[in-house]
C-alpha cells in the first residue's frame, strides 16, 4: 500500500512539474513581448514542438558537470548565464564567437579583476568544446531562460530558436 502511496506522490509531483514549467514558459513569452526586442518571434513562439526533445532538458545535461561547483540559486543563474553564452557562440562561426563573446563579458564583467575574466574565458571556453563534441546536431539558439528553485532541484525553463528542418516541415 506505501508504494501506491509513493508512485501517486511522484506522479502528482511530475504533473506539478510540468504545469509549472508551463507557466514559466508562457511567462518567459510574455516578457519577450513586453520587451519589444524579440516580440515577432514570441508571438509565433512554439511552446514544445512535436518531435523534438525539451531545450530544458538539454541544458540540464550541457551544464551537469558544472552543477557540483554551485550552491545556491544566484550561483546556478551565473553558470545557466555562461552556459547559455557557450551555447549560442558554439553556433557561430569560428570569427565571429570571439567577437561576441567579448561584448557579452564586457557588461557582465565590468570591474572584476583579469583573474575573474580569464577564469570566466576558459570556463565558456570549455562550454563551447563540450557543445560541439556532445551537442553538435542541435542547432537552437538560446533566446531566453528563467530558473525557479523548487526543494529539491532548480526548474529551467528554456526558450530557444526553433530548427529550420521543422519550421519547413509544418
Do not use: C
Not at 564583467?109 to 571556453?125: C, P
Not at 523548487?150 to 526558450?159: D, L, W
Request: aromatic share 8%; net charge negative; proline share 1%.
Amino acid at each position: 500500500m506505501a508504494r501506491k502511496s509513493r508512485d501517486f506522490k511522484d506522479l502528482m509531483r511530475e504533473n506539478t512539474s510540468s504545469q509549472n514549467s508551463q507557466k514559466h514558459i508562457e511567462a518567459l513569452r510574455d516578457k519577450m513581448l513586453e520587451e519589444g526586442t524579440l516580440a515577432e518571434y514570441a508571438s509565433n513562439m512554439v511552446i514544445q514542438p512535436k518531435g523534438t526533445e525539451k531545450m530544458s532538458d538539454i541544458m540540464k545535461r550541457f551544464v551537469e558537470p558544472y552543477e557540483d561547483t554551485v550552491d545556491n540559486l544566484r550561483d546556478f543563474r551565473s553558470l545557466f548565464s555562461l552556459a547559455a553564452i557557450a551555447w549560442n557562440a558554439a553556433l557561430m562561426a569560428d570569427s565571429e564567437q570571439k567577437e561576441e563573446i567579448d561584448i557579452l563579458l564586457e557588461e557582465s564583467l565590468q570591474g572584476k579583476d583579469a583573474e575573474v575574466q580569464q577564469f570566466t574565458r576558459q570556463i565558456i571556453a570549455e562550454l563551447i568544446a563540450r557543445k560541439k563534441k556532445h551537442f553538435s546536431h542541435i542547432k537552437r539558439f538560446i533566446v531566453d531562460f528563467d530558473i525557479t528553485e523548487t526543494r529539491e532541484q532548480y526548474h529551467i525553463a528554456v526558450v530557444s530558436t526553433l530548427l529550420k528542418e521543422l519550421e519547413e516541415q509544418q
